[in-house]
């Protein structure tokens, strides 16, 4: 199963807006995208997900791009207790999470 | 509020013994997910139950990997025997359906010696 891609990590200041890319060029059309995140010695914790539009909730945004091969997670505003491992998910209708490798945020203070 | 549970929360082994891992999942939850991480990956599922039965294990090693979810309810994850490379953290999901959101648990993290 093809998976997405993302950049290893990276960096943010904290209360400034924080956009994470994630790669699916091969994502079919009924594959949705999810976004979880991981903090140190836990379990993934949901974020978002979406399928052609944009999204929003509580916790973040969720912009696809129109040919879905792409999407980007927002964070409004990072605070120091965002730095996670964040993972760009396709969501297989079966029920199947597939992992990529993440992208780890550091928010500095 | 509700969380799926997981017992051991640690585990220390040595290669060719026997282990397992309990998973509890929230209530009402009749889809239930084992998933291995292997450090700085991301998870990868090994078994997908629906209420008692087995909907995808095509991931899961049979020779030495077993899972069972006998009253729909808890579920157990066995290894046996244990080898060095099947070091890693152990995490249980759950979800009310399989297009529904998945709940993950705090993992297992075995260490096979």
């Known amino acids: 199963d093809a998976k997405t891609t993302q950049p290893n990590s990276m960096e943010s200041n904290e209360e400034e807006p924080v956009h994470l890319p994630c790669n699916h060029s091969?994502?079919?059309?009924?594959?949705?995208i999810h976004w979880y995140r991981q903090l140190p010695s836990q379990g993934p914790e949901y974020v978002i997900h979406?399928?052609?539009s944009n999204v929003n909730n509580r916790m973040a945004s969720l912009a696809i791009a129109e040919d879905r091969k792409s999407s980007t997670l927002i964070l409004h505003r990072a605070t120091l207790r965002d730095a996670a491992v964040y993972y760009c998910i396709r969501f297989i209708n079966t029920g199947k999470l597939i992992f990529g490798q993440g992208t780890t945020l550091q928010v500095k203070p | 509020e509700a969380e799926v549970a997981q017992s051991p929360r640690y585990k220390i082994t040595e290669k060719s013994q026997a282990v397992a891992f309990w998973c509890d999942p929230i209530s009402g939850h009749a889809t239930l997910y084992w998933y291995r991480q292997i450090l700085g990956q991301g998870p990868e599922l090994l078994v997908q139950?629906?209420?008692?039965?087995?909907?995808?294990d095509s991931q899961l090693p049979k020779d030495r990997f077993s899972a069972e979810r006998l009253k729909g309810v808890d579920s157990t994850l066995k290894i046996q025997p244990a080898e060095l490379g099947d070091s890693a953290m152990y995490l249980c999901?759950?979800?009310?359906?399989?297009?529904?959101?998945?709940?993950f648990g705090p993992g297992t993290r075995l260490l096979v010696l």
């Open positions: 979406g399928l052609t």
């Open positions: 139950f629906q209420d008692e039965s087995v909907v995808d």
């Open positions: 999901a759950s979800s009310f359906g399989p297009q529904e959101t998945q709940y």
């Open positions: 091969t994502i079919s059309g009924t594959d949705y």
